[in-house]
Nanobody, 121 residues
Framework: QVQLVESGGGLVQTGESLRLSCKAS????????VSWYRQAPGKQRELVAG???????RYSDSVKDRFTIVVDNAKNTWSLQMNNLQPEDTAVYSC???????????????WGQGTQVTVSS
């Protein structure tokens, strides 16, 4: 059974950095994709970053050049490095991964529990 645990959120000031991480427990045969979403109070959920195996990462215009996806396959960990944070980045951030737990399973999607990022001005 694969579980996805997020960490790294917190309170920072404008211009500071945070790294969010999603770590999958258990054995993973292959990872296909990772995505990071955020949802601010009163707003719709927004896809901010995504990476599909074999393709380059993609970022929303609002975070491009500030956020970077970092992958550590050996540790089954996917991270989102967030630099130069702004108050408008304040939201609950969630990761999702699409993986194949074993060689005979279909692709499955797992969600992290979400972590709060608050950027003060």
């Amino acid at each position: 059974q694969v579980q996805l645990v997020e960490s790294g959120g917190g309170l920072v000031q404008t211009g500071e950095s945070l790294r969010l991480s999603c770590k999958a427990s258990g054995t993973i045969f292959a990872a296909n994709a990772v995505s990071w979403y955020r949802q601010a109070p009163g707003k719709q959920r927004e896809l901010v970053a995504g990476l599909v195996s074999g393709r380059g990462p993609r970022y929303s215009d609002s975070v491009k050049d500030r956020f970077t996806i970092v992958v550590d396959n050996a540790k089954n960990t996917w991270s989102l490095q967030m630099n130069n944070l702004q108050p408008e980045d304040t939201a609950v951030y969630s990761c999702t991964i699409i993986i194949r737990p074993n060689s005979q399973s279909n692709l499955r999607t797992y969600w992290g529990q979400g972590t709060q990022v608050t950027v003060s001005s």
